[in-house]
């Protein structure tokens, strides 16, 4: 009872935060009914106050209501998703299924439904983020069915469910295949690869031979290093077959997924998913984000076309997706001196994260303190107190950037708290995450040396990005904090702080010598086409299966039908083929991958004006960024920031000039 209680409580830790292990498994179910139905109270109170209806009693109350419910799904989320053993994934479906549930009972309220209806039909009464915060609780609500009839609702409310079902079990198969993907090695085969992962893979050997278990990291790394032709194919069929086939096939659990959506879709009005979808996007309409991608394809697929001819002349032979990585970085080397392998030894995870500390402060005047009194929820994870410029608290990051096998794939950023202000200020809690290769023969806790690729720091820099929307949120209420932006926004404060990574100066910093510091700057230009098309392949696919009326049955079909109808290249394909796709089926961007390169169009234009500043941490621009875009949250219409920021609407050429494809 008492590790219930403490899973139900306010936070008494240090900053505020969790203490991680007073939470047990078997206390999760329980507390979610009882966080459950003290919320259901609190909603009850709101719709039998017998006042007429208005902003403090009915909109302010909903903000105020659910704290104790939001503490233990956020602390859920955290742990099923990085720390996610048997317990945790046989609970995980019950867990959804419950908060899809309420959800439902919620949004299907009449009575609540009424009170905020009135609300905002009144609206024009209230200040500006007042307003944003009625508009986007009214759509909500629509969004959620509330005007349907009872038998439209029953029907929305069953298919929510079963969805919140099938893309638990689709995250699940993709960890579960995951951790089963993996290649073994014997010494003969090991040129090329970096001394540090095959003493990684060697510490799992026997009788000589490694073991290679193949996350994206691993995967991208062999496909660059490893000379043997037979093991980059090796490594790319095992990767991109996974929950193709067998136990952890997910290509029949993403037809039931469309069909869901689509019949969702229609009962709310919507020609198709993509339409209802992206209706409080920045794009507005698919074909909006469509068009956006469309006149990006032609470019990249020509400028791809050529990288491919210049590495099928440097190997004698036809590229095969296997190939592109190996050959590519052959083609760096000689003609612009540029040695991934060279580069990747100078960035260790301890030097990148401090970069990345080092630009928030030079940028935003911020400082990060180690805090080695606040409790983790496993000895990778370091918490780091954040302090503003004139040292006031701002908030807490948890860093968690080392691979294990309970952890899901990829990298994201999430909030165990979020920014607010409705009663004082509430300081902000934030983790991120990634999948970096544990560094060989060193202790727990010691992930500094872990060696990551280019590519894999801007990854870092890319998530912290999003920490630094969500810990610089300046609003008054919860739900309009951070990084709670439309989701072709949300990526562009994440997108622009890759750039401070590959800046020459911190390049230098990590050691590396000018020439190569020069080289890699020379080389930006080549793979642009690859790198644009894998992204886009994987865009358009995502938002034509969103705007099937009539969704496939056959879903490896409707990919490779796709694919080939845009002339994607078979050499480059999907970055995320769908049966693996989990940003799409377990993770918030259906029909909305393309946010990718929307926020991109925004990045591309912003880094401009620094450039044009003639200094990358000019801190003019870097406080209007932060007032403009980063403090605002979703108080105001994402344009209207990014308008703020730059006193135009944006320009989509900048993209181009960015990715080269001019």
């Known amino acids: 009872m008492a590790s219930l209680n403490l899973l139900l409580a306010r936070w008494l830790?240090?900053?505020?935060?969790?203490?991680?292990?007073?939470?047990?498994?078997?206390?999760?179910?329980?507390?979610?009914?009882?966080?459950?139905?003290?919320?259901?109270?609190?909603?009850?109170?709101?719709?039998?106050?017998?006042?007429?209806?208005?902003?403090?009693?009915?909109?302010?109350?909903?903000?105020?209501?659910?704290?104790?419910?939001?503490?233990?799904?956020?602390?859920?989320?955290?742990?099923?998703?990085t720390q996610s053993d048997d317990q945790l994934r046989a609970i995980e479906s019950s867990v959804s299924a419950m908060l899809a549930a309420f959800g439902t009972e919620i949004s299907h309220?009449?009575?609540?439904?009424?009170?905020?209806?009135?609300?905002?039909?009144?609206?024009?009464?209230?200040?500006?983020?007042?307003?944003?915060?009625?508009?986007?609780?009214?759509?909500?609500?629509?969004?959620?069915?509330?005007?349907?009839n009872a038998a439209a609702q029953q029907r929305l409310g069953d298919i929510l469910l079963r969805l919140s079902a099938l893309s638990v079990k689709f995250g699940q198969n993709v960890l579960a295949a995951t951790n089963f993907c993996e290649i073994t090695l014997d010494r003969s085969q090991l040129g090329g690869i970096p001394a540090d992962m095959v003493e990684a893979a060697a510490q799992k050997q026997s009788t000589n031979r490694s073991i290679f278990v193949l996350d994206r990291g691993v995967f991208e790394a062999l496909l660059t290093f490893a000379d043997d032709r037979g093991v980059r194919e090796q490594t790319w069929r095992a990767f991109t077959s996974r929950c193709q086939s067998g136990e952890y096939d997910n290509l029949p659990i993403i037809a039931e997924i469309m069909t869901l959506r689509q019949e969702q879709a229609a009962l709310l009005g919507y020609a198709t998913f993509a339409d209802y979808a992206l209706e409080e996007s920045m794009a507005r309409t698919p074909t909006a984000a469509g068009a956006l991608l469309q006149r990006l394809l032609t470019p990249a697929i020509e400028q791809a076309l050529e990288e491919r001819a210049r590495l099928e002349a440097l190997a004698g032979h036809e590229i095969e997706a296997w190939d592109w990585r190996y050959f590519a970085d052959r083609v760096r080397r000689k003609a612009y001196a540029y040695d991934a392998a060279a580069i990747r030894a100078h960035l260790s995870l301890g030097k990148v994260r401090s970069a990345a500390f080092d630009a928030a402060g030079r940028l935003y005047g911020l400082t990060f303190h180690r805090r080695d009194d606040v409790p983790v929820y496993h000895p990778d994870v370091h918490a780091w107190s954040v302090a503003d410029r004139d040292g006031s608290p701002l908030g807490l990051l948890f860093t968690d950037y080392l691979a294990r096998p309970e952890k899901y794939g990829g990298a994201w950023m999430g909030s165990l708290r979020v920014q607010e202000k409705m009663d004082g200020p509430v300081r902000p809690i934030v983790y991120t995450v990634a999948n970096i290769p544990a560094p060989p023969n060193t202790g727990s806790r010691d992930d500094s040396g872990a060696l990551l690729s280019l590519d894999e720091a801007r990854t870092l820099f890319h998530e912290f990005g999003h920490a630094l929307h969500a810990l610089l949120s300046n609003?008054?209420?919860?739900?309009?904090?951070?990084?709670?932006?439309?989701?072709?926004?949300?990526?562009?404060?994440?997108?622009?702080?890759?750039?401070?990574?590959?800046?020459?100066?911190?390049?230098?910093?990590?050691?590396?010598?000018?020439?190569?510091?020069?080289?890699?700057?020379?080389?930006?230009?080549?793979?642009?086409?690859?790198?644009?098309?894998?992204?886009?392949?994987s865009a358009l696919v995502d938002l034509e299966l969103h705007q099937s009326a009539r969704?496939?049955?056959?879903?490896?079909?409707?990919?490779?039908?796709?694919?080939?109808?845009?002339?994607?290249?078979?050499?480059?394909?999907?970055?995320?083929?769908?049966?693996?796709?989990?940003?799409?089926?377990?993770?918030?961007?259906?029909?909305?991958?393309?946010?990718y390169l929307w926020s991109e169009v925004l990045d591309a234009d912003v880094f401009e004006a620094f450039e044009a500043a003639g200094d990358l941490f000019d801190t003019d621009l870097a406080a209007r960024l932060r007032r403009e875009v980063l403090s605002a949250g979703d108080s105001r219409d994402p344009m209207a920031s990014f308008i703020a920021f730059r006193g135009r609407q944006p320009d989509e050429s900048a993209l181009i000039r960015s990715r080269c494809l001019a």
């Open 109 to 148: 309220d009449p009575a609540l439904f009424a009170r905020v209806r009135k609300v905002w039909n009144e609206r024009d009464k209230l200040n500006p983020e007042q307003q944003r915060l009625v508009e986007r609780s009214y759509n909500g609500f629509l969004s959620s069915g509330a005007a349907l």
């Open 475 to 537: 609003v008054t209420y919860p739900s309009l904090a951070g990084t709670s932006v439309a989701r072709d926004f949300v990526e562009f404060p994440s997108k622009l702080m890759e750039h401070w990574v590959v800046a020459p100066e911190a390049l230098r910093g990590f050691g590396i010598a000018d020439e190569l510091v020069e080289a890699i700057g020379r080389a930006d230009s080549f793979g642009q086409g690859f790198s644009t098309v894998e992204l886009l392949a």
């Open 13 to 81: 830790c240090p900053e505020g935060s969790p203490d991680f292990a007073a939470f047990k498994t078997e206390n999760f179910l329980p507390a979610f009914g009882i966080a459950i139905d003290e919320s259901r109270l609190e909603i009850g109170a709101i719709t039998a106050d017998d006042r007429p209806a208005d902003f403090d009693n009915t909109l302010l109350a909903l903000e105020r209501s659910g704290e104790t419910l939001a503490r233990v799904k956020r602390i859920f989320w955290l742990l099923s998703s």
């Open 551 to 595: 969704p496939p049955l056959d879903i490896a079909r409707f990919e490779q039908e796709t694919l080939r109808r845009l002339e994607i290249p078979s050499a480059i394909g999907m970055r995320h083929k769908l049966a693996y796709f989990t940003h799409v089926f377990d993770g918030g961007y259906a029909s909305a991958y393309y946010s």
